[in-house]
């Protein structure tokens, strides 16, 4: 039985189309490095704070209606907090309010070739725009390593931080195609680590060509996500293209079947929520990927015996979690089951992730 067979994903050959159709480069300039450890996130949008105001008159910086706008979102109490921590964050950072903000679901393989789905777990990016061809790169999952970087179109990419060599890659493959060719302020954070098994590039890429694709896009459209698809693929053609379809373009509920043809994508039913079932990813903490391989397979071995009924990779390869399709009913006693298992042998407990079948990124207003 397949993952997707197990869920009740009923592919069918009716279903709905899809819409919408580290390392440094040896004799590059080094990367200018600033440290944003001290960089705190606001607690609430209280009375008589003091809000950050996009740097007005700096060279390089314009300030328009939309670095106003997209600031807003970093004090707004009813705005989710991770948006709010990245909208905040480039304002602490860059001195810039963003002009947009981004979320991107973390996406993963359902076991059967060509399905995948995304989780209900985000990456998002702040962009904003400038025009002096600088790029200033910050994360605080690697706060010691923020980063400003000449914006070249061509020849070897500048030194900088193994975490933002991708994210750079993806903005020179913007400017080259016309998006942000005078440089941009970005900040990028995750709501998940490598530690979680999910893939962390992927989501992150997509976030930064839509945040700052939108930036340059006309009022009231939207970006062209097949385009941008395009372009993610032949800038880092070592990503996951099937994973990143998935966080472009997926739909709550549903996985999302790709093909090759007029047809190159379709939807088809999985939503183990609506029939009684959880999709749970459960992570070992294993030090070595051999036994790491081992631990997970304990961990699903247990949790068949306590009623799970398939697991597989969330990626084409195994690491260091599986999802588990399980009853809702018998959730409790899998955790309990797993966690028995480890405990006894004196291992750490896996960690557990409930994940839903989400839809696909979106602007955050």
């Known amino acids: 039985m397949t993952a997707a067979e197990a869920a009740g994903a009923r592919a069918t050959a009716t279903a709905p189309p899809g819409t919408a159709d580290s390392r440094s480069a040896p ?3 080094a990367a200018t490095r600033r440290d944003t450890a ?23 910086v314009t300030v328009s209606a939309a670095d106003r706008a997209g600031g807003d979102l970093a004090r707004r109490a009813t705005a989710d907090p991770l948006y709010r921590l990245v909208a905040y964050a480039l304002e602490a950072a860059h001195g810039r309010a ?4 981004w979320s991107a679901p973390y996406a993963f393989h359902l076991g059967s070739p060509g399905l995948v789905a995304a989780a ?7 962009a904003a725009p400038r025009t002096d061809g600088l790029v200033r790169l910050s994360s605080l999952g690697h706060p010691a390593d923020s980063c400003d970087l000449p914006l070249t179109l061509s020849g070897a990419p500048p030194a900088a931080p193994a ?18 060719r005078g440089g941009t302020d970005l900040h990028v954070q995750g709501s ?12 992150s890429e997509c976030a930064v060509a839509l945040a700052v694709a939108d930036v340059h896009t006309g009022p009231g459209e939207e970006p062209d996500r097949s ?17 990143r379809r998935a966080v472009l373009f997926a739909r709550p509920g549903t996985a999302l079947l790709l093909g090759a043809g007029p047809r190159p994508q379709r939807y088809v039913p999985f939503d183990p929520a609506a029939y009684g079932a959880r999709l749970v990813l459960v992570a070992v903490r294993g030090s070595g990927s051999t036994d790491r391989a081992a631990e997970l397979a304990r961990a699903v071995a247990c949790a068949r015996r306590a009623g799970a009924l398939s697991a597989w990779p969330p990626g084409p390869e195994p690491g260091r979690s599986v999802l588990v399709l399980l009853p809702e009913a018998r959730l409790t006693a899998v955790r309990a089951a797993v966690a028995e298992e480890f405990r006894d042998r004196g291992r ?9 079948v989400a839809g696909a990124a979106r602007r955050e207003e």
Do not use: C, M, Q, S
């Open 38 to 60: 001290g960089a705190t996130a606001p607690t609430a949008a209280e009375p008589g704070t003091t809000a950050h105001t996009p740097a007005e008159g700096k060279p390089g």
């Open 227 to 243: 385009g941008l698809a395009r372009l993610l693929a032949a800038a880092l053609p070592d990503g996951d293209d099937a994973l």
């Open 98 to 101: 963003p002009a947009a903000v």
């Open 192 to 203: 998940l680590t490598a530690a979680a098994g999910l893939a962390t590039a992927e989501p």
């Open 27 to 29: 004799g590059a300039p």
């Open 163 to 180: 975490w933002a060599v991708r994210p750079y890659a993806v903005l020179r493959a913007l400017a080259r195609a016309g998006f942000g």
């Open 348 to 356: 750490p407990v896996p960690r557990f992730l409930n994940i839903a």
């Open 120 to 126: 209900g777990w985000p990456a998002a990016a702040a």
